[in-house]
């Protein structure tokens, strides 16, 4: 999980896309927004680099582009009217959810998008959120959590957190919400310290009632 990371911002996935692994970005379009991107690519440099999944909300236009690239030239564009889901000076929260054969992209917990895979899902190795800073967008919460299992509500999955390349200003901004074995294990060691201190106070009793003369 990411919090607060500067635009443009880029990271490297340390788990491998599956099906059922959904990615969440959670932010606020600024009142200048002109267009930003979220990009679900292959490679870490600009150049060649394949994009998996393109979805572009332009407020110039206003639309919803989306699209894949092969490392040289974009395949298939399509545009889906904002409508409602992308608006200036509001908050959204876009989940795109890896299932067998395509992205499923929900926008506000509302559908907005099946879009099939047009090239291997496996390739993704690299989230990216494009856009100017200070004008277009503001983001508050990236995480990508993977759970096959569960891929509808992730009830009891494990999450997963991005692995920020050293590169990245905001790596700090990385925490784990998931309970830590070491506190699990600390509880139960002061819970038996408890009961073996508890078992001595009544052995000192019972020895000083036999030791000590009854009146």
Known sequence: ????????????LDIELLVGTKITVTGHILLDAFRFAINIRHGW??????IL??????FDEP???YDTSDGSEWMKIGRKPSGTYFTKGNNFTV??????????????????????????????DVLEIQGTKNRDVAIFLVSVSNSPANPIGFSGSTEKYLNLNENDAFRNNVTCNSTSPFLIMLL???????????????????WLDFCLPKK
């Open 95 to 124: 989940d795109i959810l890896c299932e067998e054969d395509q992205f499923l992209v929900t926008v506000d917990g509302d559908p907005f998008l099946e879009y099939k895979y047009r090239l291997p899902l496996e390739l993704a």
């Open 1 to 12: 999980m990411v919090k607060n990371p500067e635009i443009p911002f880029k990271t490297k």
């Open 188 to 206: 139960i060691f002061f819970v038996l310290l408890s009961a073996v201190f508890f078992m001595v106070i009544l052995w000192l009793k019972r």
């Open 53 to 58: 999944f393109h979805l572009n909300p332009r």
């Open 63 to 65: 639309n919803v582009v």
């Open 45 to 50: 440099k600009a150049e060649g680099r394949k």
